[in-house]
Protein backbone atom coordinates (compact mmCIF):
# COMPACT_ATOMS: atom_id res chain seq x y z
CA UNK A 1 0.00 0.00 0.00
CA UNK A 2 1.02 3.41 -0.99
CA UNK A 3 2.73 5.63 2.08
CA UNK A 4 0.96 8.71 2.42
CA UNK A 5 2.90 11.72 5.35
CA UNK A 6 0.32 14.50 4.40
CA UNK A 7 -2.62 15.93 2.28
CA UNK A 8 -2.75 14.21 -1.29
CA UNK A 9 -5.20 14.59 -3.91
CA UNK A 10 -7.32 11.93 -4.87
CA UNK A 11 -9.75 11.41 -7.77
CA UNK A 12 -13.22 9.93 -6.61
CA UNK A 13 -15.85 8.90 -9.60
CA UNK A 14 -19.22 10.15 -7.40
CA UNK A 15 -22.77 10.09 -8.55
CA UNK A 16 -21.69 9.80 -11.51
CA UNK A 17 -18.84 13.06 -11.86
CA UNK A 18 -15.29 12.78 -11.39
CA UNK A 19 -14.53 14.62 -8.41
CA UNK A 20 -10.90 15.62 -7.40
CA UNK A 21 -10.25 16.58 -3.81
CA UNK A 22 -7.32 17.02 -1.24
CA UNK A 23 -7.64 14.52 1.79
CA UNK A 24 -5.42 13.95 4.42
CA UNK A 25 -4.56 10.17 5.35
CA UNK A 26 -6.89 10.00 8.26
CA UNK A 27 -9.76 11.83 6.66
CA UNK A 28 -12.86 9.50 6.41
CA UNK A 29 -14.74 8.76 3.78
CA UNK A 30 -17.87 10.11 5.16
CA UNK A 31 -16.05 13.58 6.39
CA UNK A 32 -14.82 14.41 3.13
CA UNK A 33 -18.12 13.66 1.40
CA UNK A 34 -20.01 15.91 3.61
CA UNK A 35 -17.22 18.66 4.17
CA UNK A 36 -15.22 18.50 1.18
CA UNK A 37 -17.73 17.48 -1.69
CA UNK A 38 -20.79 19.03 0.15
CA UNK A 39 -22.70 15.57 0.01
CA UNK A 40 -24.53 15.79 3.22
CA UNK A 41 -26.97 12.98 2.67
CA UNK A 42 -24.92 10.28 4.37
CA UNK A 43 -25.41 11.36 8.53
CA UNK A 44 -23.04 10.62 10.76
CA UNK A 45 -24.24 8.97 13.81
CA UNK A 46 -22.79 6.49 15.88
CA UNK A 47 -19.52 6.59 13.57
CA UNK A 48 -18.37 3.79 15.18
CA UNK A 49 -20.07 0.82 12.29
CA UNK A 50 -22.82 -0.20 14.19
CA UNK A 51 -26.17 2.76 12.69
CA UNK A 52 -25.79 2.53 9.11
CA UNK A 53 -26.41 6.36 8.87
CA UNK A 54 -23.45 6.99 6.93
CA UNK A 55 -24.01 3.99 4.21
CA UNK A 56 -23.00 4.23 0.64
CA UNK A 57 -22.48 2.27 -2.10
CA UNK A 58 -18.95 1.80 -2.99
CA UNK A 59 -18.67 -0.22 -6.58
CA UNK A 60 -22.28 -0.60 -5.95
CA UNK A 61 -22.00 -2.53 -2.63
CA UNK A 62 -22.94 -1.00 0.70
CA UNK A 63 -20.22 0.38 3.13
CA UNK A 64 -20.39 2.28 6.30
CA UNK A 65 -18.12 5.13 5.41
CA UNK A 66 -17.13 6.45 8.89
CA UNK A 67 -15.28 3.31 9.05
CA UNK A 68 -13.46 3.67 5.60
CA UNK A 69 -10.83 6.20 4.88
CA UNK A 70 -11.38 8.43 1.73
CA UNK A 71 -7.63 7.54 0.51
CA UNK A 72 -9.43 3.58 0.08
CA UNK A 73 -11.93 4.77 -2.07
CA UNK A 74 -9.70 6.35 -4.55
CA UNK A 75 -10.70 5.65 -8.50
CA UNK A 76 -13.62 3.80 -7.35
CA UNK A 77 -17.20 4.02 -7.41
CA UNK A 78 -19.73 5.85 -5.32
CA UNK A 79 -23.05 6.88 -4.48
CA UNK A 80 -24.30 8.91 -1.95
CA UNK A 81 -28.21 9.46 -1.69
CA UNK A 82 -28.14 12.53 -3.80
CA UNK A 83 -27.24 10.13 -6.71
CA UNK A 84 -30.54 7.96 -5.75
CA UNK A 85 -33.25 10.58 -7.67
CA UNK A 86 -36.26 9.17 -9.64
CA UNK A 87 -35.17 5.83 -8.66
CA UNK A 88 -38.12 3.30 -7.62
CA UNK A 89 -36.67 3.00 -4.24
CA UNK A 90 -36.68 6.80 -3.44
CA UNK A 91 -40.26 6.98 -5.11
CA UNK A 92 -41.59 3.92 -2.88
CA UNK A 93 -39.47 5.83 0.50
CA UNK A 94 -42.18 8.57 -0.52
CA UNK A 95 -45.74 6.66 -1.36
CA UNK A 96 -45.45 4.26 1.36
CA UNK A 97 -43.68 6.30 4.75
CA UNK A 98 -40.47 4.67 4.76
CA UNK A 99 -39.04 7.50 6.96
CA UNK A 100 -40.14 9.36 10.02
CA UNK A 101 -37.52 11.85 11.67
CA UNK A 102 -35.75 10.77 8.44
CA UNK A 103 -31.76 10.58 9.76
CA UNK A 104 -31.97 6.95 9.36
CA UNK A 105 -33.08 7.57 5.71
CA UNK A 106 -30.30 7.93 3.46
CA UNK A 107 -28.37 4.63 4.51
CA UNK A 108 -31.47 2.32 4.37
CA UNK A 109 -32.53 4.39 0.53
CA UNK A 110 -28.55 2.95 -0.18
CA UNK A 111 -28.44 -0.03 1.13
CA UNK A 112 -32.14 -1.17 -0.05
CA UNK A 113 -31.02 0.28 -3.48
CA UNK A 114 -28.23 -2.36 -3.54
CA UNK A 115 -30.59 -4.93 -2.04
CA UNK A 116 -33.09 -4.62 -5.00
CA UNK A 117 -30.61 -5.06 -7.41
CA UNK A 118 -28.67 -8.48 -5.68
CA UNK A 119 -32.30 -9.59 -4.98
CA UNK A 120 -34.98 -8.47 -7.47
CA UNK A 121 -37.09 -11.02 -6.16
CA UNK A 122 -39.18 -10.58 -3.04
CA UNK A 123 -37.91 -12.46 -0.09
CA UNK A 124 -38.80 -11.42 3.33
CA UNK A 125 -36.13 -13.20 5.18
CA UNK A 126 -33.11 -11.67 3.41
CA UNK A 127 -35.00 -8.60 3.46
CA UNK A 128 -34.93 -9.04 7.07
CA UNK A 129 -31.40 -9.91 7.17
CA UNK A 130 -30.04 -7.38 4.77
CA UNK A 131 -31.50 -4.27 6.23
CA UNK A 132 -30.40 -5.76 10.02
CA UNK A 133 -26.77 -3.45 9.31
CA UNK A 134 -28.66 -0.42 9.48
CA UNK A 135 -30.80 0.96 12.88
CA UNK A 136 -33.79 3.47 12.80
CA UNK A 137 -33.91 5.19 16.04
CA UNK A 138 -37.67 5.86 15.17
CA UNK A 139 -38.02 2.10 14.77
CA UNK A 140 -39.52 2.73 11.59
CA UNK A 141 -39.00 -0.86 10.31
CA UNK A 142 -42.27 -1.81 8.79
CA UNK A 143 -42.80 1.28 6.77
CA UNK A 144 -38.94 0.71 5.38
CA UNK A 145 -39.81 -3.29 4.61
CA UNK A 146 -43.26 -1.75 3.24
CA UNK A 147 -41.23 0.77 1.08
CA UNK A 148 -38.82 -1.89 0.07
CA UNK A 149 -41.89 -4.72 -1.13
CA UNK A 150 -43.11 -1.76 -3.11
CA UNK A 151 -39.93 -0.51 -4.23
CA UNK A 152 -39.82 -4.01 -6.39
CA UNK A 153 -42.81 -3.61 -7.66
CA UNK A 154 -42.24 -0.37 -8.90
CA UNK A 155 -38.71 -1.77 -10.76
CA UNK A 156 -40.32 -4.62 -12.13
CA UNK A 157 -43.36 -2.77 -13.62
CA UNK A 158 -45.92 -3.94 -12.06
CA UNK A 159 -47.35 -0.83 -10.17
S1 LIG B 1 -22.16 6.61 11.48
FE1 LIG B 1 -21.30 5.01 10.34
S2 LIG B 1 -22.25 3.22 11.09
FE2 LIG B 1 -23.02 4.80 12.38
S1 LIG C 1 -36.78 7.66 10.66
FE1 LIG C 1 -35.93 8.51 12.46
S2 LIG C 1 -34.18 7.33 12.81
FE2 LIG C 1 -35.20 6.28 11.26
Excluded at 25 to 30: A, E, F, K, Q, R
Excluded at 93 to 122: K, M, R, W
Aim: net charge neutral; aromatic share 6%; charged share 30%.
Amino acid sequence: MKRLHGPTEIRLFVNGETRRVLVRPSDTLLRVLRERLGLTGAKPGCENGDCGACTVLLDGFPVKSCLMLAVEAEGREVVTVEGLKDTPIQKAFIDFQGFQCGYCTSGFLLNAHALLTEHPEQDDETDREWLESNLCRCTGYEGIRRAVREARRIAAGTR
